[in-house]
Nanobody
Framework: QVQLVESGGGLVQAGGSLRLSCAAS????????MGWFRQAPGKEREFVSA????????YYADSVKGRFTISRDNAKNTVYLQMNSLKPEDTAVYYC???????????????????WGQGTQVTVSS
């Protein structure tokens, strides 16, 4: 059974940093796309960042570009999201996602992923 487990969320002041982790189990995703989405109260789930494969180019939402960095540790079957210069509008539940196949891949849509974590809350105070 495939599981994605996020961790690292919490409460931080504006301008601070957090690093989210997503540990996968049940299969390896070393060559598969993985990504991060977020959902704020009353809003739809939105794309944050994705990495198509371990050595591929990363994708970012315009709202986080230059502040967030996605990375992977294949030995640990884990993907990370380093979040710097956090803003109150970054407050949301952050979800990790993974795709079972390599292609086709539409990184910015929820339909592009087959597995999802349970989410971790990130709250940024002003």
């Amino acid at each position: 059974q495939v599981q994605l487990v996020e961790s690292g969320g919490g409460l931080v002041q504006a301008g601070g940093s957090l690093r989210l982790s997503c540990a996968a189990s049940g299969r390896t995703f070393n060559n598969n796309p993985m990504g991060w989405f977020r959902q704020a109260p009353g809003k739809e789930r939105e794309f944050v960042s994705a990495m198509p494969r371990s050595a591929g180019n990363a994708y970012y939402a315009d709202s986080v570009k230059g502040r967030f960095t996605i990375s992977r540790d294949n030995a640990k079957n884990t993907v990370y999201l380093q979040m710097n210069s956090l803003k109150p509008e970054d407050t949301a539940v952050y979800y990790c996602a993974a795709r079972s196949s390599i292609v086709p891949f539409t990184p910015r849509t929820t339909n592009g992923y087959d597995y999802w974590g349970q989410g971790t809350q990130v709250t940024v105070s002003s």
